[in-house]
């Protein structure tokens, strides 16, 4: 498939007329009807109903020319922010965040770099740390924060620090009595679990402290998010363990509680290419690490 044959389809698609569409490609119309069948032919599938007056999409066609769109839209972003740093000499920085990372120093650190570094453009993609991998070797994104280690041969690992886990519960419930529990005190209740997928995943860390400690906590829920989890613990539904830092979310239908175990923790972790020798990343992560460095009893 090729670039050009998505522009092609895109501009029938949207006008709903060869005529207009290869006026506007200045293209003649039977090199255009060739194109779009040999697309058609590769996906084995028929985008466009030819029989109808005027033409009109099939189902799958409809579907192709959304994907189409949002395809075009960002090949026409990355050329012109490939023009704007080869005129600017800037350098640019894709960064892969899990959810609860958003709640640390990293969001300060970053703005800070930013400051001192005006040659430098920040880009942010949020993604699951089982993800951050495949897309770091991809080139997709440049520095990973996350909550997993995960071990491949291309990247380098950084714990940044142990964050200690805290209990969310109900403001309503018995639970919220306490102002320190442990966790055998917890398994009467439900345990909501996020993300749900992929794993390994902050869910799976979860359940590692209360199995390493002999508990079985199979009364669970699992979310795709925090924020969805946050919703059900408010609305009476379970609890859930959070990084310490989630608790600058203040709500007043939810009580953070302090683990009596204050061993368990979970893990900020910065994950970054080993053979990459960028002058611009080396210096960005250095600037994290130096961050938390400075403040190792983690007041996150």
Same mark, same amino acid.
């Given at each position: 498939?090729?670039?050009?044959?998505? /522009?092609?389809?895109?501009?029938?698609?949207? $006008?709903?007329?060869?005529?207009?569409?290869?006026?506007?490609?200045?293209?003649?119309?039977? #090199?255009?009807? =060739?194109? *779009?069948?040999?697309?058609? !032919?590769?996906? &084995?599938?028929?985008?466009?109903? +030819?029989?109808? =007056?005027?033409?009109?999409?099939?189902?799958? %066609?409809?579907?192709?020319?959304?994907?189409?769109?949002?395809?075009?839209?960002?090949?026409?972003?990355?050329?012109?922010?490939?023009?704007?740093?080869?005129?600017?000499? =800037?350098? +640019?920085?894709?960064? &892969?965040? @899990? #959810?609860?990372?958003?709640?640390?120093? *990293?969001?300060?650190?970053?703005? $800070?770099?930013?400051?001192?570094?005006?040659?430098?453009?920040? %880009?942010?993609?949020?993604?699951?740390?089982?993800?951050?991998?495949?897309?770091?070797?991809? &080139?997709?994104?440049?520095?990973?924060?996350? +909550? *997993?280690?995960?071990?491949?041969?291309?990247?380098?690992?950084? @714990?940044?620090?142990?964050? /200690?886990?805290?209990?969310?519960?109900?403001?309503?419930?018995?639970?919220?009595?306490?102002?320190?529990?442990?966790?055998?005190?917890? $398994? !009467?209740?439900?345990?909501?679990?996020?993300?749900?997928?992929?794993?390994?995943?902050?869910?799976?860390?979860?359940?590692?402290?209360?199995?390493? /400690? &002999?508990?079985?906590?199979?009364?669970?829920?699992?979310?795709?998010?925090?924020? $969805?989890?946050?919703?059900?613990?408010?609305? %009476?539904?379970?609890?859930?363990?959070?990084?310490?830092?989630?608790?600058?979310?203040? =709500?007043?239908?939810?009580?953070?509680?302090?683990?009596?175990?204050?061993? @368990? @923790?979970?893990?900020?972790?910065?994950?970054?290419?080993?053979?990459?020798?960028?002058?611009?990343?080396?210096?960005?992560?250095?600037?994290?690490?130096?961050?938390?460095?400075?403040?190792?009893?983690?007041?996150?």
């Amino acid at each position: 498939m090729e670039f050009r044959q998505l /522009r092609y389809f895109e501009a029938v698609a949207r $006008t709903l007329n060869f005529s207009k569409a290869s006026e506007e490609l200045c293209i003649a119309q039977p #090199p255009l009807s =060739r194109q *779009i069948k040999n697309l058609e !032919d590769e996906l &084995g599938v028929i985008l466009i109903d +030819r029989s109808s =007056r005027p033409i009109k999409l099939t189902d799958a %066609g409809s579907f192709f020319y959304e994907q189409s769109i949002q395809i075009i839209g960002r090949m026409n972003e990355l050329k012109l922010a490939t023009k704007r740093v080869a005129k600017n000499s =800037r350098k +640019r920085i894709t960064i &892969g965040l @899990v #959810p609860t990372t958003l709640y640390t120093k *990293i969001p300060s650190a970053i703005k $800070t770099f930013i400051q001192e570094n005006d040659n430098v453009d920040i %880009g942010f993609l949020p993604h699951i740390s089982v993800e951050q991998i495949d897309f770091l070797k991809a &080139g997709k994104i440049d520095i990973g924060f996350g +909550r *997993i280690v995960i071990h491949d041969d291309a990247i380098k690992n950084i @714990v940044l620090a142990d964050e /200690r886990l805290y209990a969310i519960v109900p403001m309503e419930s018995r639970l919220a009595k306490n102002d320190e529990i442990s966790l055998k005190e917890l $398994t !009467d209740e439900k345990l909501i679990l996020f993300p749900a997928s992929p794993r390994p995943s902050f869910a799976d860390q979860v359940i590692f402290q209360f199995r390493v /400690r &002999g508990i079985d906590p199979s009364n669970t829920y699992e979310t795709d998010s925090l924020q $969805t989890t946050m919703g059900l613990v408010a609305a %009476g539904m379970g609890y859930s363990l959070v990084p310490e830092s989630v608790m600058v979310t203040s =709500r007043p239908d939810i009580k953070y509680i302090a683990l009596k175990e204050q061993d @368990v @923790v979970t893990q900020l972790i910065m994950s970054v290419r080993k053979n990459d020798l960028s002058s611009h990343l080396k210096k960005f992560s250095d600037h994290i690490e130096s961050t938390y460095a400075k403040n190792k009893e983690l007041h996150l």
